[in-house]
């Protein structure tokens, strides 16, 4: 017990001696959570829209007038002709533009209808769709006002509810995924560099030689990530709850539970590999290009799982973070116990089994 | 001539002096030792003679140029070789040998000619193109003091040339020295191998960043009446108030 | 003396048993598997209905739903809190409710009203899958509409909108992402590379030779970036290849244009990194500060959301990032055919931090430290 508290104390000494990297670390959960949070929204407001209407009227003129009193649009003024567009479009004077035929008004009093042209900028699909929503739904609305003659007998009503985000941020997707990531960034990579650290430097040897079990050693290396994982998750929460709005809707003992077990696996993500790295630098690259890429993009951290195809919705089924972005969602945005993470918990665990199998049996024979 | 002038030489790092005000001289050709403990100063002065670090105070004039306001020249006309006998591990012993001959500012013709005369002598030849970072210890000091000589430079810096290698090696490395010197190489090497002291024509002892004797080892020897360096060394130190780095 | 310092890179570049591989798989990853990830196109939404009426309509409406396209049917439940249930545990992304009377009331012509839940912890998905739910019920009742009273005279409020969307007709995703992907891949290789590569030397010891040499300031750093240039442009050129070989993807604008502005992008980037190496002492703290960096970039620069719905603090801080302006000009020369001409407003922002970049790293660099 004494010597495990040396040694944790050393590495103590280790992280704190490395002021930037302590600073990177502590603030970096902060300021993702911050971009995240505030910059990283799909909702566009304000989006500059021209129009294109050879003949003007009260129709023309009351639609430009609905749709720029939108929270949506402004705007930016009329095109002389439809060969404008382009250039309008390409050098982002406007996101949306609104082409009226020439004869808008006489067609509807003629034949009963008229069609109106909506062209966005389709780089950017999901934009363009909802822009286009946006337009579409603000014109047919004044439409159906027009309307007083038709019988509206066969319409639909339709109420919508929003379920646990009404106000959509994108702050609620994106925060249990930052926790998974910064989590397993500082378990995992930080641990597995640690350890080849002194691999190379050949004091691990020392180590191993002395009798001082295997055990005693990875616990030592791990327990000090471990606080700091802890500090990082306390600082996080605190965060997402008081700046982003984000709360912590459900039971505070299953967020700790999946928390801690995740912490747990990351840790013994990096003991593992420290096992197979025998540098630093290549502990850092395969850390960081075989840990932190996949996670970030298979974890449904940012991306929907859903719309990737089959062979990679098979592999995240394999990243721990996957099932701790999913336990969180429940747990801190829809308000759910510990009986809807249940699956999540007995992976995790499925896992920290396997991974503390394999280091324990790894760790010893690698230096000889 | 002298090819190294340094007057009241200082280097402070905040509080702490690590150089105190040491002033030497060093002739063309000698083999000047600079002796000290670990953490006496040695390196730190070496490294504003090379250019490497600005002095806090005094000046220093090496192969005729100042080290504060001419360091590039400087450059031109020295070798340097580290502690950490730093080749590039990753390259051959010949791709190690053309770039620093290139860095100098020598012909590729000169460089082929001269490598090849090189290895025949080191008995590197089949090595040629090996990576330095197969050698064994021995070969890549032998080496990288080759190649700090290779541009045949007025100085040659040598911090710690021989640390870590066994005493018959070293004996073997001092040849090398001798060799370079009666080329008119002037040697400035820094060690704490005491025994060392003896192959130099001069010596200096620094203490605590001081210089508490400067003289040839014969010299100190018989004004301290002793029978080896060692005896010198480990009587000026006993004054000493600083610990190894 | 440059001539041998560039051979030198060169030679190392090759015996590392990492780089090379790792060199070519960037372009790999970046063309054949982020793109199927890095997809925020919302497909197979879930949708559980909860159907009081069971009836011919109510059935008809759930069928053509299906058929749209947009939603897996996950199954019936009997009461809205069995489908919350559903929702909660994941197994559900939306819910309708049909009410009892559904068929009924359409034929009195009394207005039946449904209820579309939507699970908004992913914002898009909820805010899309709603709005689409809603098109498919409004075309179902164009559709009933139609077949009891065909176009008659008395339509004149009708209005149909067409959209069109212009650049990206079939609005395909890979069109969106793969361009500004290309991006992140030279980012990485003439950004990060070489600053591994500066501090690595710095560890390893072998600086200080360097530093003793008469080797300039200027010199020591150009030998240190020319290689990761000249890697960066035949990476980026066969990511070019590659992407029209794999997705059909071609410039529509000029690949003059492009070019330049990855040489203005590269100058720039390289000199970002260098600015990382003259502060970071060990492998660890360059890879954190580049990581830290390379985060906020990816993050406000329109990479995955767009600039314009940032507020703006992040759009002023977007103005600083060198990633913004190159994936507007990617975006821009892949779908709009954009020329130099339009891309003004790219070149000379980059410009800008191509200079105050590579200033920052010169007077940062410190060979006498």
């Given at each position: 017990m004494h010597t495990l508290s040396a040694f944790v104390r050393k590495e103590f000494h280790h992280i704190l001696r490395d002021r930037w990297t302590l600073i990177i670390l502590l603030v970096t959960p902060i300021i993702m959570l911050v971009l995240i949070g505030f910059a990283m929204t799909t909702e566009v407001k304000g989006t500059t829209f021209m129009v294109v209407a050879p003949e003007r009227d009260v129709s023309t003129s009351e639609l430009v007038q609905i749709l720029s009193q939108s929270v949506y649009f402004t705007f930016a003024g009329y095109l002389?002709?439809?060969?404008?567009i382009d250039s309008a479009l390409r050098q982002g004077m406007a996101g949306l533009i609104v082409v009226f035929p020439s004869h808008f008004a006489s067609d509807r009093t003629n034949t009963g209808t008229s069609s109106v042209a909506v062209i966005t900028d389709g780089s950017d699909p999901n934009t363009a769709k909802t822009l286009t929503n946006y337009a579409s739904a603000i014109m047919l609305g004044w439409a159906q006002k027009q309307n007083t003659t038709i019988q509206n007998t066969l319409s639909i009503g339709i109420e919508t509810r929003l379920l646990y985000n009404p106000a959509m941020k994108g702050a609620y997707n994106f925060v249990p995924g930052v926790l998974g990531m910064i989590l397993l960034l500082i378990c995992a990579m930080m641990t597995s560099i640690s350890i080849a650290r002194e691999k190379e430097s050949g004091t691990m040897e020392i180590l191993l030689s002395s009798p001082m079990q295997p055990v005693v050693i990875i616990l030592a290396k791990t327990i000090p990530y471990f606080f700091l994982s802890c500090l990082n998750l306390v600082t996080s929460l605190a965060m997402s709850m008081t700046v982003l709005g984000v709360p912590v809707r459900g039971s505070w003992v299953a967020l700790i539970c999946v928390s801690l077990l995740y912490i747990f696996v990351g840790l013994l993500l990096g003991v593992m590999i420290s096992t197979i790295a025998n540098s630093q630098l290549v502990a850092l690259l395969v850390s960081g290009m075989g840990l932190m890429l996949p996670v970030m993009l298979l974890s449904g951290m940012m991306f929907p799982i859903e719309s990737m195809p089959f062979p990679l919705r098979l592999i995240s089924h394999i990243i721990p973070a996957r099932w701790y972005v999913s336990a969180m969602r429940k747990v801190m945005i829809k308000g759910l116990g510990f009986g809807s993470i249940l699956t999540e918990l007995t992976v995790l665990a499925c896992m920290s089994a396997v991974l503390l199998v394999i280091s324990l049996k790894k760790f010893k024979p690698r230096l000889e | 001539m002298n090819a190294i002038i340094a007057s009241n030489l200082t280097k402070k790092f905040g509080s702490f002096?690590?150089?105190?005000h040491i002033s030497f001289d060093v002739s063309e050709g000698e083999i000047f030792g600079f002796l000290g403990a670990n953490g006496a100063g040695k390196t730190t002065a070496m490294r504003m003679l090379t250019g490497l670090l600005k002095p806090t105070e005094g000046k220093a004039l090496v192969a005729g140029f100042d080290i504060k306001k001419q360091s590039e020249k400087i450059k031109a006309n020295i070798g340097y070789m580290s502690q950490r006998f730093a080749l590039y591990g990753d390259l051959t012993i010949s791709e190690n040998i053309r770039l620093f001959g290139g860095i100098y500012g020598m012909d590729a013709k000169l460089i082929a000619e001269k490598r090849d005369r090189l290895l025949d002598e080191l008995h590197l030849k089949e090595e040629k193109d090996s990576l330095v970072s197969r050698l064994p210890l021995g070969w890549k000091q032998k080496l990288a003091f080759s190649v700090s000589i290779f541009h045949e430079p007025k100085i040659v810096f040598l911090d710690e040339p021989t640390g870590g290698v066994d005493p018959a090696a070293r004996r073997r490395f001092w040849e090398m020295i001798y060799a370079a010197s009666e080329q008119g190489i002037t040697v400035f090497v820094t060690t704490h191998y005491m025994d060392e002291a003896e192959y130099c024509n001069r010596v200096s002892i620094m203490v605590d960043g001081r210089i508490e004797a400067l003289d040839s080892p014969h010299a100190l020897k018989t004004r301290y009446a002793a029978s080896s360096m060692d005896e010198v060394f480990q009587m000026i130190a006993r004054k000493a108030t600083r610990t190894a780095d | 003396m440059l001539r041998y310092l560039v051979q030198k890179e060169f030679l190392q570049i090759r015996r590392n048993p990492f780089l090379p591989r790792m060199i070519l798989m960037f372009p790999m990853m970046i063309l054949l598997v982020l793109p199927f990830a890095a997809n925020f196109d919302i497909k197979n939404i879930n949708l559980v209905v909860v159907d009081h009426d069971e009836s011919m309509l109510s059935e008809r409406l759930v069928k053509k739903i299906e058929s749209s396209g947009y939603f897996r049917l996950a199954g019936y439940c009997h009461n809205d809190s069995d489908a919350l249930g559903m929702v909660e545990l994941g197994k559900a992304d939306t819910i309708l409710e049909i009410p009892y009377g559904f068929d009924k009331d359409l034929g009195k012509g009394s207005v039946p009203e449904v209820l579309i839940s939507a699970d908004t912890v992913n914002g898009t998905k909820g805010g899309l899958g709603s709005a689409y739910l809603t098109t498919v019920i409004q075309d179902f009742s164009a559709d009933l509409l139609q077949e009891i009273q065909p176009i008659s005279g008395n339509r004149k409020s009708l209005i149909t909108i067409e959209s069109q969307y212009r650049y990206n007709p079939y609005l395909l995703y890979p069109n969106f992402m793969i361009p500004a992907l290309m991006v992140i891949g030279l980012l990485l290789i003439t950004g990060f590379l070489p600053a591994l590569n500066i501090v690595g030397e710095k560890e390893s010891g072998t600086i200080e030779s360097m530093n003793v040499t008469p080797v300039r300031k200027l010199t020591l750093i150009l030998s240190k970036l020319i290689p990761y240039w000249v890697i960066g442009f035949l990476v980026f050129s066969f990511m070019l290849v590659l992407a029209y070989f794999v997705w059909g993807l071609a410039i529509t604008g000029s690949l003059l244009a492009l070019y330049l502005a990855v040489l203005l992008f590269v100058f720039t980037i390289s000199g970002f990194g260098l600015i990382i190496s003259n502060y970071a002492n060990t492998y660890q703290q360059a890879m954190f500060m580049m990581f830290f960096f390379v985060m906020i970039f990816d993050f406000l620069s329109g990479l995955f959301t767009p600039i314009a719905s940032m507020p703006e603090w992040a759009k002023i801080i977007s103005y600083a990032s060198p990633l913004r302006y190159m994936i507007e000009v990617l975006r821009g020369v892949y779908l709009k055919g954009c020329t130099i001409s339009d891309l003004k407003g790219q070149y000379l922002p980059l410009g800008v931090l191509m200079l105050l970049f590579n200033s920052w790293a010169i007077i940062s660099y410190r060979k006498n430290s």
């Amino acid at each position: 017990m004494h010597t495990l508290s040396a040694f944790v104390r050393k590495e103590f000494h280790h992280i704190l001696r490395d002021r930037w990297t302590l600073i990177i670390l502590l603030v970096t959960p902060i300021i993702m959570l911050v971009l995240i949070g505030f910059a990283m929204t799909t909702e566009v407001k304000g989006t500059t829209f021209m129009v294109v209407a050879p003949e003007r009227d009260v129709s023309t003129s009351e639609l430009v007038q609905i749709l720029s009193q939108s929270v949506y649009f402004t705007f930016a003024g009329y095109l002389p002709d439809e060969q404008a567009i382009d250039s309008a479009l390409r050098q982002g004077m406007a996101g949306l533009i609104v082409v009226f035929p020439s004869h808008f008004a006489s067609d509807r009093t003629n034949t009963g209808t008229s069609s109106v042209a909506v062209i966005t900028d389709g780089s950017d699909p999901n934009t363009a769709k909802t822009l286009t929503n946006y337009a579409s739904a603000i014109m047919l609305g004044w439409a159906q006002k027009q309307n007083t003659t038709i019988q509206n007998t066969l319409s639909i009503g339709i109420e919508t509810r929003l379920l646990y985000n009404p106000a959509m941020k994108g702050a609620y997707n994106f925060v249990p995924g930052v926790l998974g990531m910064i989590l397993l960034l500082i378990c995992a990579m930080m641990t597995s560099i640690s350890i080849a650290r002194e691999k190379e430097s050949g004091t691990m040897e020392i180590l191993l030689s002395s009798p001082m079990q295997p055990v005693v050693i990875i616990l030592a290396k791990t327990i000090p990530y471990f606080f700091l994982s802890c500090l990082n998750l306390v600082t996080s929460l605190a965060m997402s709850m008081t700046v982003l709005g984000v709360p912590v809707r459900g039971s505070w003992v299953a967020l700790i539970c999946v928390s801690l077990l995740y912490i747990f696996v990351g840790l013994l993500l990096g003991v593992m590999i420290s096992t197979i790295a025998n540098s630093q630098l290549v502990a850092l690259l395969v850390s960081g290009m075989g840990l932190m890429l996949p996670v970030m993009l298979l974890s449904g951290m940012m991306f929907p799982i859903e719309s990737m195809p089959f062979p990679l919705r098979l592999i995240s089924h394999i990243i721990p973070a996957r099932w701790y972005v999913s336990a969180m969602r429940k747990v801190m945005i829809k308000g759910l116990g510990f009986g809807s993470i249940l699956t999540e918990l007995t992976v995790l665990a499925c896992m920290s089994a396997v991974l503390l199998v394999i280091s324990l049996k790894k760790f010893k024979p690698r230096l000889e | 001539m002298n090819a190294i002038i340094a007057s009241n030489l200082t280097k402070k790092f905040g509080s702490f002096t690590a150089v105190d005000h040491i002033s030497f001289d060093v002739s063309e050709g000698e083999i000047f030792g600079f002796l000290g403990a670990n953490g006496a100063g040695k390196t730190t002065a070496m490294r504003m003679l090379t250019g490497l670090l600005k002095p806090t105070e005094g000046k220093a004039l090496v192969a005729g140029f100042d080290i504060k306001k001419q360091s590039e020249k400087i450059k031109a006309n020295i070798g340097y070789m580290s502690q950490r006998f730093a080749l590039y591990g990753d390259l051959t012993i010949s791709e190690n040998i053309r770039l620093f001959g290139g860095i100098y500012g020598m012909d590729a013709k000169l460089i082929a000619e001269k490598r090849d005369r090189l290895l025949d002598e080191l008995h590197l030849k089949e090595e040629k193109d090996s990576l330095v970072s197969r050698l064994p210890l021995g070969w890549k000091q032998k080496l990288a003091f080759s190649v700090s000589i290779f541009h045949e430079p007025k100085i040659v810096f040598l911090d710690e040339p021989t640390g870590g290698v066994d005493p018959a090696a070293r004996r073997r490395f001092w040849e090398m020295i001798y060799a370079a010197s009666e080329q008119g190489i002037t040697v400035f090497v820094t060690t704490h191998y005491m025994d060392e002291a003896e192959y130099c024509n001069r010596v200096s002892i620094m203490v605590d960043g001081r210089i508490e004797a400067l003289d040839s080892p014969h010299a100190l020897k018989t004004r301290y009446a002793a029978s080896s360096m060692d005896e010198v060394f480990q009587m000026i130190a006993r004054k000493a108030t600083r610990t190894a780095d | 003396m440059l001539r041998y310092l560039v051979q030198k890179e060169f030679l190392q570049i090759r015996r590392n048993p990492f780089l090379p591989r790792m060199i070519l798989m960037f372009p790999m990853m970046i063309l054949l598997v982020l793109p199927f990830a890095a997809n925020f196109d919302i497909k197979n939404i879930n949708l559980v209905v909860v159907d009081h009426d069971e009836s011919m309509l109510s059935e008809r409406l759930v069928k053509k739903i299906e058929s749209s396209g947009y939603f897996r049917l996950a199954g019936y439940c009997h009461n809205d809190s069995d489908a919350l249930g559903m929702v909660e545990l994941g197994k559900a992304d939306t819910i309708l409710e049909i009410p009892y009377g559904f068929d009924k009331d359409l034929g009195k012509g009394s207005v039946p009203e449904v209820l579309i839940s939507a699970d908004t912890v992913n914002g898009t998905k909820g805010g899309l899958g709603s709005a689409y739910l809603t098109t498919v019920i409004q075309d179902f009742s164009a559709d009933l509409l139609q077949e009891i009273q065909p176009i008659s005279g008395n339509r004149k409020s009708l209005i149909t909108i067409e959209s069109q969307y212009r650049y990206n007709p079939y609005l395909l995703y890979p069109n969106f992402m793969i361009p500004a992907l290309m991006v992140i891949g030279l980012l990485l290789i003439t950004g990060f590379l070489p600053a591994l590569n500066i501090v690595g030397e710095k560890e390893s010891g072998t600086i200080e030779s360097m530093n003793v040499t008469p080797v300039r300031k200027l010199t020591l750093i150009l030998s240190k970036l020319i290689p990761y240039w000249v890697i960066g442009f035949l990476v980026f050129s066969f990511m070019l290849v590659l992407a029209y070989f794999v997705w059909g993807l071609a410039i529509t604008g000029s690949l003059l244009a492009l070019y330049l502005a990855v040489l203005l992008f590269v100058f720039t980037i390289s000199g970002f990194g260098l600015i990382i190496s003259n502060y970071a002492n060990t492998y660890q703290q360059a890879m954190f500060m580049m990581f830290f960096f390379v985060m906020i970039f990816d993050f406000l620069s329109g990479l995955f959301t767009p600039i314009a719905s940032m507020p703006e603090w992040a759009k002023i801080i977007s103005y600083a990032s060198p990633l913004r302006y190159m994936i507007e000009v990617l975006r821009g020369v892949y779908l709009k055919g954009c020329t130099i001409s339009d891309l003004k407003g790219q070149y000379l922002p980059l410009g800008v931090l191509m200079l105050l970049f590579n200033s920052w790293a010169i007077i940062s660099y410190r060979k006498n430290s």
